[in-house]
Each structure stands twice: as C-alpha cells, then as structure tokens.
C-alpha cells in the first residue's frame, strides 16, 4: 500500500508571468501538485510561481508563503515558511516536487533547518529545454550555463555563509 504525504512543499523553477505558461516548468509543477493533493486530499505549500496557476483550485487548501511577489523568495525562506506551517498542522510526512537540477538543494535546505520528517521527492517531467528560458524573469534560469554557474557555488558554500546570503 502507498503511504501517502500530510501536504505537498513545491519549489518553483525561474519566474514566469502566467502568460508564458508554456515557457514555465512551473506551470508543468503546479499540475503535479494539483494531481498529488487531489489524489490524496492534501494542501500545497508553494510561492506565487507556482501559485499564479490556480485560477480554479478545485477545493485545494493553498498556502502561498511568498508575501511580496515582486520579491524573491530563497529556497531557504520557503523551506522555513514550511516547517512553520507542518508545527502548526502537525504535518509529518511533506512530498517535495522540484525541478531535478534544482531539487538537490531544496532537499538540503529542508533538512538543514530541521525537517527531519519523512520527504519524497517527486521528479518533474518537463522535457529538458522545458526547464530554461529566455523569457525567466530570473537570469539565472535562463539557460544551463547560468544556473550551474550559480547553482555550484551555493551548493559548496558554508552553510552559516548561505544562510546569511538568502535569509
């Protein structure tokens, strides 16, 4: 038998207006969301581009924990934005979806402020020139050359120094 997750955290993947909804991996990640919280009757925890995508959330509880969306929020801030609302609900059992070159670190930062609670991870299945755009408003993901040439640094840096850089 399946066990099934308490709430679904989903990390959005560049920012993309609702426009360029084939141009986002997370338009392609809020569907899956939307799949698993149906499937199993459970809330999602994302940011707002993830969260632009529901227009019609089909009695799907929602936590949007992004407050400013002209701002960027950190993998760090929404995995603490996370935790706080599994405290407060008692959710033990969290599926992560994430982009696969994105959700290494987002696993990282779950487990690094605390989330010792059972994680899955659920791959995204957007095809490969589906994860870049040109058209992200973060040009960082824009292209591979660019993501690595950030994502690797904050993947080796200390962790009281990446703390302090994405707080």
């Not at 994105?102 to 995204?124: P, Q």
């Amino acid at each position: 038998m399946e066990e099934k997750p308490d709430v679904v955290v989903v990390f959005a993947f560049g920012a993309f207006l609702a426009k360029d909804i084939f141009h986002s991996p997370n338009y392609w990640m809020a569907e899956q969301a939307k799949t698993l919280a149906l499937r199993y009757g459970i809330p999602i925890i994302t940011q707002w581009d993830i969260a632009q995508f529901w227009e019609d959330n089909k009695g799907i509880q929602l936590f949007n924990v992004q407050k400013d969306i002209k701002k960027h929020i950190s993998i760090l801030q929404i995995s603490e934005e996370a935790k706080k609302l599994a405290l407060k609900y008692g959710w033990i059992k969290i599926a992560v979806i994430a982009t696969p070159q994105h959700h290494r670190r987002c696993m990282r930062d779950l487990k690094k402020i605390g989330f010792s609670w059972r994680c899955w991870y659920f791959s995204n299945t957007t095809p490969a020139w589906g994860w870049y755009s040109s058209k992200s408003t973060q040009f960082w993901t824009r292209s591979p050359w660019r993501w690595w040439l950030r994502e690797i640094p904050l993947r080796l840096m200390p962790w009281w120094l990446y703390k302090k850089i994405t707080a």
